[in-house]
């Protein structure tokens, strides 16, 4: 299933001694975006690597009338732009910089950064695999439950009655993770509801009544 924030991240810790002799930032230069604003598109001649220091950003294709997200990016995250992608920050975010060729000479030298990159690269690879996966085989409710699921599963509280689960992701946000609309999201979570499966807790706060109702609407 589509993969919320987070995709995989450098220890903070890491972010924080950047400036230090041979740190894993060195020579990684400061850019600030503001909310909308592109940083790179698919024929975009830069070609850089970066790292998430606050903020958050937007992995995504867009056609003529459509956008499907990938995946969203925030602190700790690292990527490149040297990908067929629009990388777009949906909130203030500042990043680290580097071009490509620069960042593989620091990886000659010190490759530390090797296995995070491996591990952000391969799990925005799971999200598209996963995508395609749900808009070939399942439907829309599917496609929600198991992101409603991953939810629980990643970052769930533990309530008396259920799972509590905090969306930092608006619905049109979900509905472009997930390929569909605003307004389907919307009306199935209406309908889960109705049915005592989730419960609205505020608008950003979802708790889950019914761990095992939610699986049974995840099957294709």
């Known amino acids: 299933m589509p993969h919320p924030p987070h995709a995989a991240a450098i220890d903070l810790n890491a972010l ?4 230090q002799p041979n740190g894993l930032l060195t020579g990684f230069q400061p850019l600030d975006l503001a909310k909308g604003q592109l940083l790179s598109t698919p024929n975009d001649p830069q070609d850089q690597v970066f790292v998430v220091r606050s903020g958050r950003l937007r ?11 990938l995946s969203y990016l925030e602190a700790g995250d690292i990527y490149t732009t040297h990908t067929p992608t629009y990388v777009e920050a949906v909130a203030p975010t500042l990043l680290w910089v580097m071009d490509t060729p620069s960042f593989a000479r620091k990886l000659a ?9 491996m591990r952000v690269l391969g799990q ?6 996963a995508l395609i996966e749900d808009l070939a085989f399942r439907e829309v409710p599917a496609r ?10 990643r970052r769930g509280q ?5 799972w509590l689960i905090t969306l930092d992701l ?11 609309t605003r307004q389907s ?3 199935l979570i209406n309908q889960w509801e109705r049915e005592g499966i989730v419960q609205r807790q505020g608008r950003r706060s979802l708790l889950i009544r019914s761990l095992d109702a939610l699986a049974e609407r995840c099957t294709p």
């Open 185 to 187: 999201v919307s009306s």
């Open 170 to 180: 608006g619905t049109e946000d979900i509905a472009s993770l997930l390929g569909t």
């Open 158 to 162: 533990p309530q008396d009655n259920g």
């Open 109 to 117: 030298i010190d490759p530390s950064a090797t296995p995070v990159m």
């Open 144 to 153: 929600l439950a198991r992101f409603l699921l991953g939810l629980v599963e």
């Open 16 to 19: 924080a001694r950047a400036d």
């Open 124 to 129: 925005l690879l799971a999200n598209a695999v």
């Open 59 to 69: 992995v995504y294709l867009a056609g003529e009338n459509r956008e499907l997200s």
